[in-house]
C-alpha cells in the first residue's frame, strides 16, 4: 500500500513556474514506477509526465515535452514536478500516480495503482 501526497500547486501568472511534489508513505516507493495526470474542468484525465522506479527512462506528453521535467528521489520517497513556460491550457488538477510495475511509466491511467488527491495549478494570463 503507497499513500500519496501532492503539494506546490497554486496560482502564477503566464510564463512563470512551479515545482510540484509528490511526496510518498512506505519502503516500497524506490520499486514503483511514477506518472504526472492532470484533469481541466469538464475534460478526461490525462497523462502529463512518467519516470520509471530508478529514474533512467522518463516519458511527456507532447503538450508538455520541453517545459515540464519530471525527477524522483528516492532517498526522499518524492516524485517532483518542473513546470516551466506554464500556459493558461495547463489550468488543472494535477495528480501523481504510482504503478506496481517498476519500468513501466506508463501513459495509460488505468495501469497505475495508487493516486493521490491533487493539487490545483491555475494559470492566468
Known amino acids: 500500500q503507497v499513500q500519496l501526497v501532492e503539494s506546490g500547486g497554486g496560482l502564477v501568472q503566464a510564463g512563470g513556474s512551479l515545482r510540484l511534489s509528490c511526496a510518498a508513505s512506505?519502503?516500497?516507493?524506490?520499486?514503483?514506477?511514477m506518472g504526472w495526470f492532470r484533469q481541466a474542468p469538464g475534460k478526461e484525465r490525462e497523462f502529463v509526465a512518467a519516470?520509471?522506479?530508478?529514474?533512467?527512462?522518463?516519458y511527456y506528453a507532447d503538450s508538455v515535452k520541453g517545459r515540464f521535467t519530471i525527477s524522483r528521489d528516492n532517498a526522499k520517497n518524492t516524485v517532483y514536478l518542473q513546470m516551466n513556460s506554464l500556459k493558461p491550457d495547463d489550468t488543472a488538477v494535477y495528480s501523481c500516480?504510482?504503478?506496481?510495475?517498476?519500468?513501466?511509466?506508463?501513459?495509460?491511467?488505468?495501469?497505475?495503482?495508487?493516486w493521490g488527491q491533487g493539487t490545483q495549478v491555475t494559470v492566468s494570463s
Open positions: 519516470i520509471t522506479w530508478n529514474g533512467g527512462s522518463t
Open positions: 500516480a504510482a504503478d506496481q510495475t517498476p519500468w513501466a511509466a506508463s501513459a495509460v491511467r488505468e495501469n497505475y495503482d495508487y
Open positions: 512506505g519502503r516500497t516507493f524506490s520499486t514503483y514506477s
